[in-house]
């Protein structure tokens, strides 16, 4: 069965390698693609792994908050 996550993952990897030493604007809009990858890599692993949905759907939630929290201190870094 074809899954979007893998070809998304695989794109995204392209991006932040191929871009990494360009320009600041690109590596601020790559550091997006990196927390996209990281996000799509962990709700992987917790679909894949974790059995009860309880647990699972909790675990998505706070993956979720925990990137926009860290790519919101990289931002105030940045700027």
């Not at 997006?32 to 949905?53: A, P, R, V």
């Not at 759907?57 to 993956?63: M, N, T």
Request: aromatic content about 12%; glycine content about 6%.
């Amino acid at each position: 069965m074809f899954d979007i996550t893998w070809l998304l993952v695989r794109l995204v990897t392209f991006f932040i390698l191929g871009g990494i030493l360009i320009d600041i604007e690109i590596l601020i809009f790559l550091i997006g693609f990196l927390f996209l990858h990281i996000s799509l890599g962990l709700k992987t692993i917790l679909n894949d792994y974790i059995h009860i949905n309880k647990i699972k759907i909790i675990l998505l939630v706070l993956v979720r908050i925990s990137s926009i929290e860290i790519s919101r201190y990289i931002l105030e870094l940045l700027l």
